[in-house]
């Protein structure tokens, strides 16, 4: 573990290293609260190149909290697809109602951290950034440059690693620039000391980092607990239709795709025409979860049929055009572009 000069050092290098290299990213430019918020849950498991289009949307669509609170769950739900993790689009959108109906934003980390969707991480990034608050942000891009910087080799994601990570962290904290700090170090960890092949020569903290120039220390930290074994789930979708209508359902309130528009997996009455496989099936991975999924089509003998057989999956008939202005998962909408048009 390093000692607080070192820490210092650390924090004067990071400083003068983010003011000449920090992204122009759009919600630094002219930062609010919500804006911040805003990033800070997009960009949980999202790319910043992939999270900046949707930040942009959200804005367009939802300019305040107010606008977000008064959409319904599905809109904003519409507005994620193509994110995932589309539990964090509803529990933004529970957040924002919280707010609204507060009639102000939290004002603190504690405050934030009340807030579904939102944890220390989250908090912390928004406390310091849109209130100045003195509170270390730790993600997962912070967790690799310290533990790299100070030689933690606990996990990162056991508890005795955490706590060594946030020691260091809070002791590099700039009490004068919190905002600043915590997105320098983040920022550090996306461009220089990245999970591969870190940039040394390039890096502000390198003098006393344990890990400088150290392929070796690179490979193992941060260094992470066993991995959960990935399931495998073998989904059967059934995609039932006549003339251009089919069947589609809303998943459960709960678990993956939670409220969001997919296909049964229930067959259909014998009296309906089977058709065979509709396309290759096709493998889509989720977090923890590998999807094998193959999609079997039928014809109905008749619109009622359809009907009767939507009632019984708890589902709805509609067109292809409809089902696309619903909030679908990303593996329907692989299946949209592939069968819609047949
Ligand atoms: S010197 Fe290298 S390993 Fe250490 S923090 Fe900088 S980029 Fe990462």
């Not at 406390?127 to 509170?135: M, N, P, Q, R, T």
């Not at 606990?154 to 990570?165: E, H, L, S």
């Not at 997105?183 to 903290?205: D, F, H, N, S, Y």
Request: with cysteine; hydrophobic share 45%; glycine share 6%.
């Amino acid at each position: 573990m390093t000692n607080l000069n070192n820490a210092l050092v650390a924090q004067a290098g990071l400083r003068t290293w983010y003011a000449n290299h920090a992204r122009n990213l759009p919600w630094r430019l002219k930062p609010s609260l919500y804006g911040t918020w805003l990033s800070e849950i997009l960009l949980q498991q999202t790319q910043v190149e992939t999270g900046r289009p949707k930040w942009h949307l959200f804005m367009e669509r939802f300019p305040t909290v107010g606008h977000l609170a008064r959409a319904s769950e599905s809109e904003v739900l519409k507005a994620w697809e193509g994110l995932g993790y589309y539990r964090r689009a509803t529990l933004l959108h529970k957040a924002s109602r919280i707010i609204e109906a507060a009639g102000e934003f939290p004002m603190s980390y504690d405050a934030w951290l009340k807030l579904p969707g939102v944890g220390p991480y989250t908090a912390a990034a928004i406390a310091s950034i849109g209130l100045g608050e003195a509170v270390a942000a730790v993600d997962g891009n912070v967790q690799r440059v310290v533990s790299r910087w100070a030689g933690i080799a606990d996990p990162v994601d056991g508890k005795t690693g955490a706590q060594a990570i946030q020691t260091v962290a809070d002791a590099w904290l700039d009490h004068d620039a919190p905002g600043n700090h915590n997105q320098a170090v983040m920022e550090l960890g996306a461009l220089v000391c990245k999970p591969r092949k870190p940039l040394c020569t390039l890096c502000p903290i390198s003098t006393h980092c344990a890990s400088a120039n150290n392929p070796d220390m690179w490979g193992v930290l941060p260094a992470k607990k066993l991995k959960k074994k990935v399931q495998r789930w073998e989904l059967t979708w059934h995609i039932a239709r006549f003339e251009n209508n089919i069947v589609a359902i809303k998943r459960p309130e709960s678990g993956v795709w939670a409220n969001m528009w997919a296909f049964p997996e229930t067959p259909p009455p014998s009296h309906f025409l089977p058709l065979g496989a509709l396309m290759k099936p096709i493998t889509h991975l989720l977090t923890h979860r590998r999807i094998e999924a193959t999609f079997q089509g039928w014809r109905a003998p008749s619109k009622a049929a359809l009907e009767a057989y939507a009632k019984e999956v708890a589902g709805e008939v509609m067109t292809w055009n409809a089902l696309k202005k619903r909030a679908m998962p990303r593996l329907v909408t692989k299946v949209f572009d592939a069968l819609h048009g047949e």
